[in-house]
């Protein structure tokens, strides 16, 4: 793995800031150990387990300061490996992107960050710790300390139904799943997947919530909904009452959440929706259409014609 390799990155470069701020000394970047390198950072982590070992076994006395300090230095050479994957794996990432921003990362943050990420030994929790950190390296702000405490706490299984529910959130402003269980339950999504969600603090707890489109008295009423990659429009004519649907609302965690995850909608569901919407209006017009994402950047476009549900 060469990831570290190229420090002359703008983008490697602050990674490398980061890093250090979260250990509170300069972090020497590195490819994988050969096992030479390993051996003499092995031997310098037991010395230093060594001099912690003294004071511990004031309390437990059945060890010897020999054991101890096996101990100690075996948890540090794991957590500094855990340090190495995460960070060399952002960095990969870090070197696919453009521009990044010139903001610095919150010290409270990279502190707490690593703090949690030492202990992730998992592989593939440990790729979404390293996504968490290139974005935001990238992008300062993007993830707060709330979402790192309730990420540190998510099993791997955790993660994957969060990804697999994620496919079927609705952005329209406010980021919301449909709150008929039957039209999830055909999705593939159970009823313990929303438990288990709100359980980790990425659903929010209360009760189901209804989202109203309300007509105008003068014109008719545009609204602009997405999931994922899929575009619903709703025309309201005027002076036609609302249209309302139940939802079960996101967490702002779990908002934050969706960053790491590739949102690609669902078709069905996008239809379940709109029919869902329809039912509270008959008269409101309900189209869906795949987003070109080239006008993402720019005024929203579609790749595909407006299919009128």
Known sequence: MNALVNIDSKAIAKLIEVVSIGFGTLYRPRQIKKEADAEAYAIKVKAKAEAEAAAETRLIEIETDERIAQRLAAKEIRRQENIDFIVERAAQILLEKGTISDKPVDVDWATRFFEYAQDISMEE?????????????????????????????????????????????????????????????????????????????????????????QSSEDEDTVVNVFNGKYWIKLTIP????????????????????????????????????????????????????????????GDLKNKTPFVTV
């Open 125 to 213: 929790m440990k790729n979404l710790w390293a996504k968490i950190l290139a974005q935001e390296v990238e992008s300062p702000s993007s993830f707060s300390l709330r979402t790192l405490d309730v990420l540190r706490n998510i099993t791997a299984e955790e993660a994957r139904t969060f990804e697999k529910v994620a496919q079927f959130v609705l952005h329209d402003g406010n980021t919301f799943l449909l709150g008929d269980e039957s039209i999830l339950k055909q999705m593939g999504v159970s009823y313990l997947d929303l438990t288990l969600l709100v359980e980790c603090g990425i659903l929010q707890p209360s009760d189901l919530a209804m989202i109203n489109y």
């Open 238 to 297: 005027k002076q036609s009452g609302k249209a309302s649907v139940f939802i079960r609302m996101v967490s702002k965690v779990g908002c934050e959440l969706l960053k790491l995850v590739e949102l690609e909608g669902n078709q069905e569901y996008v239809v379940a929706f709109a029919s869902s919407v329809k039912k509270s209006n008959a008269a409101m017009m309900v189209q869906y259409a795949v987003i070109d994402e080239e006008s993402l950047g």
